[in-house]
């Protein structure tokens, strides 16, 4: 089977910041069977989200297993990574502790920049008023949406720990709340994540919601045909359109990763294709629609980060 176009129907059918961008390449030299994380570590003790300071001491722990200590420039690198969905726990004393869920490459480097809220000692009370969430394998993604409000009488951090234990799956969000003021927080989970159609189970802290995955369904990017089956579309990709090109492969270098989404996001937001890509316009634009919509959008994003998630 071409693994080109069994990535593309893949993509088709499962349809305070953590970790700010995530790009990976290979290493040159690197062990094939390791991967890696470098990358920065910030945060403001005076707490305000406009004035961040490169964090020294903090320390980034992948899976209690691998460890690094940020250097007065708050960099960090970590090598010898074995390959696998690990826990991050990144730490610094007067900040928030926060953890996040991340699938290592063989042969990968990761780089990030992680940003921690400091920990604010006030009279705030502040609670979760709700949880919803909603999911179904055709759009790619478990989206859950929790609402926050501060019934205290000062500021202080809403700390949300998001745990989907069906797909070993954690995250932390952190956000100032100020006195009297509600907020709506969320939280997209691809759908490849879980094991597979069935009911599950999603968490905020200690409250919890059931929802249930649906079988997928595997669209033509090209047309308006749906099949039942990837290999049903991967025959019809085959027999009825001539794909020259991988689509998503934005860099060109016939694999799709973060590095891709990020060229996707940055055309997205102006940037032209001459300063982001090696490819000629005509075939960019080509790759870039992923979702085979005619047009080059968010929706071309959710379609690649699906491609990303399906090839884990």
């Known amino acids: 089977m071409d693994e080109r176009k ?20 290979k290493r040159v030299g690197a062990d094939p069977n390791l991967a890696s994380l470098s990358g920065y570590v910030e945060g403001d003790p005076n707490g305000y989200p406009d004035k961040y300071y490169r964090l020294a001491n903090a320390t980034v722990d992948i899976s209690g297993i691998w460890a690094a200590t940020t250097d007065e420039h708050g960099l960090f690198s970590i090598r010898g ?36 809220m400091p920990v604010i000692d006030s009279d705030s009370d502040i609670r979760i008023d709700s949880l919803t969430v909603t ?5 790619g993604f478990v989206h859950a949406s929790i609402k926050v409000t501060n019934y205290g009488v000062e500021t202080g951090n809403a700390i949300i720990v998001w745990r989907a234990p069906a797909a070993d799956y954690e995250h932390t969000t952190v956000v100032k709340v ?20 069935g ?3 999603l968490y905020a802290n200690e409250l919890s919601a059931t929802f249930t995955l649906v079988a997928p369904v595997f669209p033509c990017p090209y047309c308006d045909m749906e099949f039942e089956s990837q290999d049903a579309l991967v ?11 991988l689509v998503g492969d934005l860099d060109d270098d016939d694999e799709i990763t973060e590095a891709d989404l990020e060229i996707l996001k940055l055309y997205i937001m102006g940037h032209p294709i001459s300063e ?29 980060r699906n491609l990303i998630a399906a090839q884990e």
């Open 81 to 116: 990574i074995e390959p696998g969905r690990r826990l991050l726990t990144i730490s610094c004393e007067g900040y928030v502790t926060i953890t996040t869920t991340y699938t290592f490459e063989p042969g990968r480097e990761g780089t990030t920049g992680i940003r921690l």
């Open 6 to 25: 069994k990535g593309i129907a893949a993509a088709a059918g499962v349809g305070g910041a953590i970790l700010a961008v995530l790009l990976l390449r």
């Open 199 to 201: 009911t599950y189970e």
């Open 135 to 139: 999911a179904n394998l055709t759009t």
């Open 276 to 304: 982001i890509s090696p490819l000629p316009e005509e075939e960019f634009l080509r790759r870039a629609d992923v979702n085979g919509d005619g047009k080059i959008d968010v929706g071309d994003m959710i379609a690649l």
């Open 178 to 197: 100020n006195p009297g003021q509600t907020r709506t927080l969320g939280l997209n989970l691809p759908g490849t994540y879980f094991p597979g159609p």
């Open 235 to 245: 025959i019809h990709l085959d027999e009825v359109h001539d794909i020259t090109g």
